[in-house]
């Protein structure tokens, strides 16, 4: 087959962030086609994904404006109120409190598949030409677009190609953007747990040596963990039975619930940090992990990738109210910089989280306490930190 097409816009890599992409910027009248590897797996509610996240206010109003968020928040999505967060080696706690941001919520507890899956059933009414299986084998860049290499022999020109493949992405190591990596030698273990007390619609994160026990609340009384552990720790507790696990989950978490059930399978993911060194090359852009991995403790992965949806989709409809060339490399460098710079920020919070609370040294230990206490004494503080954390 040979076939050929030019568009607007070629989003490659179709999970929440390339998916929700192509429907923004569809709206925006452009002519958009998606290119992914492989159809998701319809969501069904008794299938849970083991892989959740903590959305932000501020993607649920991108989404909201693509309308797909109120079916998603009515389908399954578990409002957090509180967020606790203590060191099992220092006195001290940081609290967060929905109330004295004057919301309702923190943000809401969703998982990866049924965003997925939602995403996707708005992607023909949005009138996004869809190229799936479909892989990119080649890319040609010239003056004025693109032409994109598909493994069935199609053809896609596009005035610009947006990257959204993934941490591996193959369309940011053919137009040549360099990566920057390290590897945290930790593993993220994950699964669902029922407590013995109710989670009370509160995110819960405790410190310990070897990486954070975050512990977010689901629906129906369930909750899933997000679990750090160096590598062989995690492969260790990967292999234990599920008593052996439930008894060293709970002293893990201080017993701050009652006792501790898992409820799901295991799944143990390798932790690491890429940055792309820069995010615009000529007509290729890169988005979410394509362009930025970063480490789980502050469940920020998918928002700053819908972070940099939002700021391309103003950036896009600012040039056309301008009457401009949105695909003109000024207007898209301005965004780049700018997305580069708040992830890479975010990216090393993260780090140095992970690094201060990691660490058995008896002088990063002593800091730790007062540092967790003067946080939480300051309100300001925490009002700050959250106002970053849901991008208000
Ligand atoms: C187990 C686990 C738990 C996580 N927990 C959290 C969390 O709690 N909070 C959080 O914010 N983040 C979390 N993350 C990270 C989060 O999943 C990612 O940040 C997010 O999925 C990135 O979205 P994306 O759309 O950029 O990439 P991906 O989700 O990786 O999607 C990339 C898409 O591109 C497709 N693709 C790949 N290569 C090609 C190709 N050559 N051609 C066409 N299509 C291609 C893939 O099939 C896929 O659909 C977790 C990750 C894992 C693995």
């Known amino acids: 087959m040979n076939r050929r097409a030019r568009i607007d816009v070629a989003v490659v890599g179709g999970g929440v962030v390339g998916a929700a992409c192509a429907i923004a910027l569809a709206a925006l009248d452009l002519d958009v086609a998606l290119v992914e590897a492989i159809e998701p797996q319809r969501w069904a ?3 849970a994904d083991l892989r959740v996240y903590a959305f932000a206010p501020d993607n649920a109003r991108l989404l909201e404006s693509i309308g797909v968020w109120g079916d998603i928040r009515t389908t399954r999505a578990q409002p957090y109120r509180r967020m606790r967060v203590w060191d099992a080696a220092a006195a001290g706690e940081l609290a967060f ?12 507890i969703i998982e990866h598949g049924l965003l997925v899956d939602r995403l996707w059933g708005a992607l023909p ?31 896609l020109d596009a005035r610009l190609v947006i990257a959204a493949d993934g941490a591996e992405s193959t369309v940011r190591k053919l137009a040549g953007f360099d990566v920057v990596t390290h590897d945290y030698a930790q593993r993220g273990l994950v699964a669902y747990v029922q407590t013995q007390h109710p989670h009370q619609d509160t995110a819960w994160q405790r410190f310990l040596p070897g990486g954070p026990l975050a512990l977010l609340p689901c629906t129906e009384g369930r909750s899933s963990i997000v679990w750090t552990l160096p590598d062989e720790e995690a492969k260790r507790l990967l292999a234990v039975d599920d008593d052996t696990f439930n008894r060293e989950l709970t002293r893990a978490f201080d017993a701050r619930l009652g006792d501790m059930r898992v409820d799901s399978r295991r799944v143990a993911f390798p932790l690491r940090r890429l940055l792309a060194q820069r995010y615009l090359q000529d007509r290729v852009l890169i988005i979410g992990d394509a362009a930025h991995v970063v480490h789980p403790l502050a469940g920020q992965g998918v928002n700053l990738g819908l972070r940099d949806v939002a700021a391309l989709r103003d950036s896009i409809r600012d040039a056309q109210t301008r009457g401009a060339d ?25 780090d140095g989280l992970n690094r201060l609370f990691s660490n058995d040294g008896v002088a990063v230990s002593l800091l730790r306490g007062p540092l967790l206490g003067l946080a939480g004494k300051l309100p300001v503080l925490p009002h700050a930190l959250w106002r970053r954390a849901a991008g208000l």
Do not use: I, M
């Open 45 to 47: 509610p008794d299938k």
């Open 97 to 108: 409190d929905a109330d004295a941001f004057g919301r309702n919520e923190l943000g809401w």
């Open 125 to 155: 009414e949005a009138g996004v030409h869809l190229n799936c299986p479909g892989q990119v084998d080649a890319l040609e860049q010239h003056d004025q677009g693109v032409r994109l290499h598909l493994d069935d022999g199609t053809r």
């Open 326 to 350: 949105f695909a003109a490399s000024q207007r898209l460098l301005r965004w780049a910089r700018t997305r580069k710079s708040e992830n890479a920020a975010a990216a090393y919070a993260f």
